[in-house]
């Protein structure tokens, strides 16, 4: 166990926020080009670190309390050496001496063949996107024209090897996938698995989002109440969801609310770009260069300096919706969801 001065260190925001969760964007290359999300062009693309980078951060945070880790992107499973790169994250321990909790974000189309790979390198869970279970408006969303299939083998291998639980991620947007939702309350009954709505958030970069495009959660929950009541549960403090399961105890639902319910003065995230800028929020107008300071010879004591000062300036909220809005200095394919 590291201790400083008798007590376990801990990253803490000047809000009094325990940061206790890192998101490592492991690149931005993305073989999807979601409508909520890119526009159909490639776009501007930031570099990816070699991962060893990534892996010196992640001991560094993981050292100042850090407990649990989520690789995204863009799309992480495009990255070679992703699985070997979990495998050296499973070693690293938090500085309470716990392993880490280890997790993926993935679009899921290379998942069937990787899910057991992963499992074996040390990965705990995985979180799925998948923004309709009807193949067409699947491919209408994601602009990709034969992906529906290989997303679902990807979800039902994820379970089978246990990269348990297995969560399915869904943007609503009004006039794209709407109607989807109570289609997937059946589908997370069938397959098993929890299915989590999320309400879009203006982090596109075709910057098409307005508060009429966001299916809100009152409106998500009445639409699968009329289908089948929904018990609320238990959540923890810091949780993002809202969650549901059906009354007869089969089906989990989730809601992520960060539009009509915000969640910021629970907040224990922080990000890592693929070039290897920290991002103390989402919606974060600056960003702060940990690379740039790896690659000038910085010891890990003033990395991790720079780290404890760079949380503490995390902001209070996010002011989608108000007139003070700034749009992010990034797009969420190149923050990491
Ligand atoms: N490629 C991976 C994937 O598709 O899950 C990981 C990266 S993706 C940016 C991470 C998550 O962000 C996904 O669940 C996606 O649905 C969500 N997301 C992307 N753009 C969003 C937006 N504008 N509003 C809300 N969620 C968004």
Redesign the pocket.
């Known amino acids: 166990m590291r201790e400083d001065q008798g007590l376990v260190l801990t990253l803490t925001d000047k809000f009094g926020r325990a940061i206790t969760d890192l998101r490592i964007a492991v690149t931005d290359h ?1 073989n ?1 080009r ?1 409508v ?2 890119r526009t159909g062009n490639e776009g501007p693309l930031y570099a990816d670190l070699p991962f060893s980078d990534y892996l010196r951060m992640a001991r560094i945070f993981a050292g100042l309390g850090i407990k649990k880790i989520r690789l ?5 499973l495009l990255r070679r050496g992703v699985v070997d790169f979990v495998r050296q994250l499973s070693i690293l321990r938090s500085s309470d001496g716990q392993p880490l909790d280890l997790a993926m ?3 899921g189309h290379l998942l069937a063949e990787l899910a057991a790979p992963l499992k074996q390198a040390g990965l705990d869970r995985i ?3 998948m ?1 309709a279970v009807d193949p067409d408006r699947f491919s209408r969303i994601t602009r990709v024209a034969r992906g529906f299939d290989s997303v679902l083998a990807g979800i039902r291998a994820a379970k089978r090897v246990g990269l348990a639980p297995v969560k399915v ?1 869904c ?1 609503l947007m009004r006039g794209f996938n709407e109607d989807q939702i109570v289609p997937f309350g059946r589908f997370a009954r069938a397959e098993g698995v929890v299915v989590r709505f ?7 970069e075709g910057r098409v ?1 307005s508060p009429d495009v966001v299916v809100k959660l009152e409106e998500i929950l009445g639409r699968m109440m009329e289908f089948r009541p929904l018990v609320e549960i238990p959540r923890a403090r810091s949780e993002t969801a809202r969650r549901y399961v059906f009354d007869d105890g089969i089906g989990e639902i989730g809601i992520i609310a960060p539009v009509s319910h915000p969640f910021c003065g629970q907040c224990s995230r922080i990000r890592i770009t693929s070039d290897g800028k920290i991002r103390t929020c989402l919606f974060s107008v600056w960003e702060h260069d940990l690379h740039e300071l790896m690659r000038r010879g910085a010891s890990d004591e003033q990395l991790a300096d720079f780290i404890r000062t760079v949380v503490i300036s995390k902001e209070a909220r996010h002011h989608i919706g108000e007139p003070d809005f700034l749009p992010a200095s990034r797009t ?2 190149h923050i ?2």
């Open positions: 993305c999807y979601c909520y999300c995204t992107g863009g799309e992480p974000t993935s679009n979180t799925v996107s923004d991620n943007v999320i309400e879009f958030m203006p982090l596109e989002w969420m394919v990491g969801g």
